[in-house]
């Protein structure tokens, strides 16, 4: 497992969180372990969290001008 999750892509910290919560969910691991893997597992909802609000950051709509034809793009405005 690699400790920084800031370098792991979306789908990558997503593989890990849903891996921790099956671990979390079948109650087989210590409270030690329990403990770790809910703050490793916070880390990782973070993180993905951060990758999908850059990448709405970066989707672009495409405007369209008076004639109804595409004229361009802008950015999303989240609504």
Same mark, same amino acid.
């Given at each position: 497992?690699?400790?920084?999750?800031?370098?792991?892509? /979306?789908?990558?910290?997503?593989?890990?969180?849903?891996?921790?919560?099956?671990?979390?969910?079948?109650?087989?691991?210590?409270?030690?372990?329990?403990? =770790?893997?809910?703050?490793?597992?916070?880390?990782?909802?973070?993180?993905?969290?951060?990758?999908?609000?850059?990448?709405?950051?970066?989707?672009?709509?495409?405007?369209?001008?008076?004639? =109804?034809?595409?004229?361009?793009?802008?950015? /999303?405005? =989240? =609504?």
């Amino acid at each position: 497992m690699v400790d920084d999750v800031s370098t792991l892509s /979306f789908e990558d910290a997503l593989k890990q969180l849903e891996s921790i919560v099956a671990r979390l969910e079948s109650g087989d691991a210590s409270l030690d372990e329990s403990i =770790g893997l809910y703050t490793r597992g916070d880390a990782l909802r973070a993180q993905c969290e951060a990758r999908l609000k850059d990448a709405q950051a970066r989707i672009e709509k495409i405007s369209l001008g008076p004639d =109804g034809r595409p004229s361009g793009t802008e950015a /999303f405005d =989240g =609504g």
